[in-house]
Structure formats: structure tokens, C-alpha cells
């Protein structure tokens, strides 16, 4: 059941704050009716002076604080999406003072973020103040918004208050005191989310990966002449890590989940690149012949051993200060572990010899290990290494499986679903032959980056 002071605050902050509660829009959350909650949220928005506003705000609110299972995952995120396409179709000016009045007074925190989402998809709102106000929020889950909306802003005025905003999220206190709301599963481990989406946002606008707000403070102390957020591209600094790197991207997250595509295509071999030849072909020829380094080098490049290579040495790199599991999946998914264990000497040496003895065989139901990865509500990344397809069918001569498609369709809806308010990040790595569009989209739209590994 929903909590019964979460509707009475909902209900009497709305008539203090000058709100009147809608019934039509109560009894239709009441009753689950996506349909008649989107015709009447359009509704209300086509009220004057903006009076729509907060009872689609109350009502956002309430679902998203319906315990786990009350609602279905996809619905509950069209709900909310429906809300802040309606909203963002008010005039800006009216728009803003009702947002802002949502982002400085709703006591609660699903509601603020969706002001933050309205004003994004408004072409007249100022999103990016309504973001700087933002970050003064005491909630995790709203700072990760403002965070990523700043980050993707790519305006050279939010970085400053970024710094500050990572800066205040280091200090203990400021975690412990840290507000709560909504969904148990939406508040484990969110105060490191907000961390990192500060962290997310400073790389995107200086291009430089750093690992606290001290650094970032000297860093753009010391840049601030030739900083330009809008010439900043992150694929051409992809390559600059801090020792812990999958591929060439930094791993920095802090409860992390390693996904990795064991299917029998991981057995394929990847071609040297030209300057890898040359360098054999420079040989001195003491030891062995120029064929016989050729066919070491083939070897070496076979997917499956490379990405063990690599996922051995972000494993190995970790900090203990780090919580991790990695899960490798084909036909079947294997966990190394079903929840996120932290990474000591001894955890890490026993992920390692996991990564040792993976075999490429199989099939790809990258859903299922994904569902695995996500059902840990601590984590905050995902680091998604594959090479194919999802499927579970298998590949048809060199045609896409025939059910990649809708899986990829799917995985991306409830992927959105259940984590557009945790604040996850996923990061995806595709070999050749790789699926790179989904990849790119599941990346781009759960705050992360797609990696080519080539």
C-alpha cells in the first residue's frame, strides 16, 4: 500500500502552497489508468496561470513513491514521461515560475526532478538556472538530474557550482544528512550516484577525468583561459586514464558491475592493426621467425582473450574502497557473485581466476544479464563488454538474429524504465561486428559512453 503521511503531505503541502488536489487526476493514479492519466494531465496543463502544474507534480510524486511492484516499471516511467512532455509545453515564463516553485518547495524529490526534465524538453524554459538552483537540493536523486543535465549543457557557467556541488557531496556530513523519499531500492547507495554524476559532469565539460573536487578546483584554476566546454570531445580523450582502464576508459565508478559477452562469436579474431605489423616486420629475427610472432599476435588478438586481459587488469586495479562483481553471459548468465561485494585482495584475486577460466560458447541474452546486473540496488555502473547481438535464437548465416531487434527494443524501454530516476550509468564497449547503434543508445541514454574496441 502507499504510504498514508506520504498522500497526506502530498495533499495538505498542495493547499498550502496555493494548489488545489485534482480528483479526476487522484482517482485515475488511484486506479492505475495510464490512459485516463495522460488525457487528464494534458488537461490541466491547458489551465491558465499554470494552476496545472503541481497536481501533475503531486501525482508524479505519489507513483514514484508506490513500493516496488505496486506498479508495472514501464508504466510508471510513461507516467512520468507523459507529465513532463505535457508540462513542457507551457509558455516559458509561466512554466519557470511554477518549476521553480516546485524545484524550492515540493517536499518531494520525484517531483523537483521532474521540473528538471519539463524545462529540459521546454524550448523557452531556462534550464540551465532552474539547474543551477538545483544543486543546492539536500536529495541525491536531484542532483543527479542537475548534474547531467549541466554536464550535457555544455555551458562553461556551470562548472564552478559542479565543483562546489562534488565538493559538498565529499564531505561526510553532507551525506548523512542527506534527504530521503520515495522507492527503498531508489535510495541505496544514491549519495555516491550524486558524487559521480558531479564528477560525470566536470569530464564532459573540461574533457579531463579527475577523481575529486580538489583536483577539479586546481585543474580549472590552472585552464581556465583556454577552457571551451563546447570544443570538449570525450573520444579523443578516451585513451587518458589513472591506471584502472577497460579499453582505454577510466573505470570510475565505485559499485560497478563488469558485463562481459562470452558467445561463441568472443572467439573470433580481430586484425593487427598496421602498426603492430610493422613493428613485426622490424623485427631482428633473434628468437622467433617473423611467422611465428604473426601467429602469436593472432592469437592475442582473439576477442574472448582480450577482453579477459583487460577485465583481469580493471579488476586488479581496484581500490577497496570499491564495491564490484562481474557477470559474463552466452546462452546462460554467470555471475561471478549475484550482489556487489567490496573489493579486497582476496575478492579481487577470486574475480580474477573467474576471468581466467571464461569460455566462448553460445548464444547472447544480454537481457537477462543486465536484469541480473540491475536487480543490485546498490550499483551505480555498469561496464558492458560484448561483440554481438543480444539474442536468444542465435544468428541465422550472416543475417541479425531474427529476435535482436525487439530484445534491442525492449532492453532499451526497460532499461529507461527502471533506472530513470537511480541514476545508474552504463558504459558499452562493442568488438567489430558489434551492434553499435543499441549500443550507443543504451549508453547515451543511461548516462554513459559508448567505447569502439578495435
Given at each position: 500500500?502507499?504510504?498514508?503521511?506520504?498522500?497526506?503531505?502530498?495533499?495538505?503541502?498542495?493547499?498550502?502552497?496555493?494548489?488545489?488536489?485534482?480528483?479526476?487526476?487522484?482517482?485515475?493514479?488511484?486506479?492505475?489508468?495510464?490512459?485516463?492519466i495522460s488525457a487528464r494531465i494534458s488537461e490541466l496543463t491547458e489551465q491558465p496561470k499554470g494552476r496545472g502544474v503541481r497536481p501533475i507534480a503531486d501525482a508524479v510524486a505519489l507513483i514514484e513513491a508506490a513500493p516496488e511492484g505496486s506498479w508495472y516499471s514501464v508504466d510508471r516511467y510513461k507516467v512520468f514521461?507523459?507529465?513532463?512532455?505535457?508540462?513542457?509545453?507551457?509558455?516559458?515564463?509561466?512554466?519557470?515560475?511554477?518549476?521553480?516553485?516546485?524545484?524550492?518547495?515540493?517536499?518531494?524529490?520525484?517531483?523537483?526532478?521532474?521540473?528538471?526534465?519539463?524545462?529540459?524538453?521546454?524550448?523557452?524554459?531556462?534550464?540551465?538556472?532552474?539547474?543551477?538552483?538545483?544543486?543546492?537540493?539536500?536529495?541525491?536523486?536531484?542532483?543527479?538530474?542537475?548534474?547531467?543535465?549541466?554536464?550535457?549543457?555544455?555551458?562553461?557557467?556551470?562548472i564552478d557550482p559542479l565543483v562546489s556541488c562534488m565538493k559538498r557531496w565529499e564531505d561526510r556530513k553532507t551525506r548523512e544528512r542527506a534527504a530521503k523519499g520515495g522507492r527503498e531500492e531508489l535510495e541505496k547507495m544514491a549519495r555516491d550516484r550524486a558524487w559521480l554524476a558531479c564528477r560525470d559532469a566536470?569530464?564532459?565539460?573540461?574533457?579531463?577525468?579527475?577523481?575529486?573536487?580538489?583536483?577539479?578546483?586546481?585543474?580549472?584554476?590552472?585552464?581556465?583561459?583556454?577552457?571551451?566546454?563546447?570544443?570538449?570531445?570525450?573520444?579523443?580523450?578516451?585513451?587518458?586514464?589513472?591506471?584502472?582502464?577497460?579499453?582505454?576508459?577510466?573505470?570510475?565508478?565505485?559499485?560497478?558491475?563488469?558485463?562481459?559477452?562470452?558467445?561463441?562469436?568472443?572467439?573470433?579474431?580481430?586484425?593487427?592493426?598496421?602498426?603492430?605489423?610493422?613493428?613485426?616486420?622490424?623485427?631482428?629475427?633473434?628468437?622467433?621467425?617473423?611467422?611465428?610472432?604473426?601467429?602469436?599476435?593472432?592469437?592475442?588478438?582473439?576477442?574472448?582473450?582480450?577482453?579477459?586481459?583487460?577485465?583481469?587488469?580493471?579488476?586488479?586495479?581496484?581500490?577497496?574502497?570499491?564495491?564490484?562483481?562481474?557477470?559474463?553471459?552466452?546462452?546462460?548468465?554467470?555471475?561471478?557473485?549475484?550482489?556487489?561485494?567490496?573489493?579486497?585482495?582476496?575478492?579481487?584475486?577470486?574475480?580474477?581466476?573467474?576471468?581466467?577460466?571464461?569460455?566462448?560458447?553460445?548464444?547472447?541474452?544480454?537481457?537477462?544479464?543486465?536484469?541480473?546486473?540491475?536487480?543490485?540496488?546498490?550499483?551505480?555502473?555498469?561496464?558492458?563488454?560484448?561483440?554481438?547481438?543480444?539474442?536468444?535464437?542465435?544468428?541465422?548465416?550472416?543475417?541479425?538474429?531474427?529476435?535482436?531487434?525487439?530484445?534491442?527494443?525492449?532492453?532499451?524501454?526497460?532499461?529507461?524504465?527502471?533506472?530513470?530516476?537511480?541514476?545508474?550509468?552504463?558504459?558499452?564497449?562493442?568488438?567489430?561486428?558489434?551492434?553499435?547503434?543499441?549500443?550507443?543508445?543504451?549508453?547515451?541514454?543511461?548516462?554513459?559512453?559508448?567505447?569502439?574496441?578495435?
Open positions: 500500500m502507499i504510504n498514508s503521511a506520504l498522500i497526506f503531505l502530498l495533499l495538505n503541502s498542495s493547499v498550502l502552497l496555493g494548489a488545489v488536489p485534482d480528483k479526476a487526476l487522484d482517482k485515475a493514479v488511484k486506479e492505475k489508468d495510464v490512459s485516463a514521461l507523459i507529465a513532463a512532455r505535457s508540462l513542457s509545453r507551457i509558455p516559458g515564463p509561466v512554466l519557470d515560475k511554477e518549476l521553480s516553485k516546485i524545484i524550492k518547495k515540493h517536499p518531494e524529490w520525484p517531483a523537483r526532478t521532474l521540473a528538471l526534465h519539463s524545462s529540459l524538453l521546454s524550448e523557452s524554459s531556462d534550464t540551465i538556472q532552474l539547474a543551477l538552483n538545483a544543486l543546492h537540493d539536500k536529495t541525491p536523486q536531484v542532483i543527479i538530474a542537475a548534474s547531467n543535465l549541466l554536464g550535457k549543457s555544455k555551458e562553461i557557467l556551470a566536470l569530464h564532459r565539460l573540461t574533457g579531463t577525468s579527475l577523481h575529486n573536487a580538489d583536483a577539479y578546483k586546481s585543474w580549472v584554476s590552472t585552464h581556465r583561459e583556454e577552457l571551451d566546454p563546447k570544443t570538449v570531445d570525450l573520444d579523443k580523450t578516451r585513451n587518458q586514464t589513472t591506471g584502472t582502464g577497460l579499453f582505454g576508459l577510466d573505470i570510475t565508478g565505485r559499485n560497478i558491475a563488469f558485463i562481459i559477452d562470452v558467445s561463441g562469436s568472443m572467439l573470433a579474431t580481430d586484425p593487427p592493426s598496421d602498426e603492430q605489423m610493422e613493428k613485426i616486420s622490424r623485427s631482428t629475427g633473434v628468437g622467433k621467425s617473423v611467422e611465428e610472432r604473426i601467429a602469436d599476435l593472432m592469437e592475442s588478438r582473439r576477442r574472448i582473450l582480450r577482453a579477459r586481459t583487460e577485465l583481469k587488469r580493471a579488476v586488479e586495479g581496484l581500490g577497496e574502497n570499491k564495491r564490484f562483481t562481474v557477470i559474463a553471459y552466452s546462452t546462460e548468465v554467470q555471475p561471478w557473485s549475484v550482489v556487489l561485494k567490496d573489493a579486497t585482495k582476496k575478492n579481487r584475486s577470486s574475480a580474477v581466476s573467474f576471468i581466467e577460466k571464461l569460455q566462448a560458447s553460445g548464444i547472447t541474452v544480454t537481457d537477462e544479464a543486465l536484469n541480473i546486473a540491475l536487480s543490485d540496488p546498490t550499483l551505480d555502473t555498469i561496464y558492458l563488454v560484448t561483440d554481438g547481438a543480444p539474442t536468444h535464437m542465435g544468428s541465422r548465416g550472416a543475417d541479425m538474429p531474427p529476435d535482436a531487434p525487439e530484445l534491442m527494443r525492449r532492453i532499451l524501454a526497460e532499461t529507461r524504465a527502471v533506472n530513470h530516476l537511480r541514476g545508474i550509468r552504463i558504459f558499452t564497449l562493442g568488438f567489430v561486428d558489434a551492434e553499435e547503434e543499441f549500443l550507443k543508445r543504451l549508453a547515451a541514454e543511461n548516462n554513459g559512453r559508448y567505447v569502439q574496441i578495435r
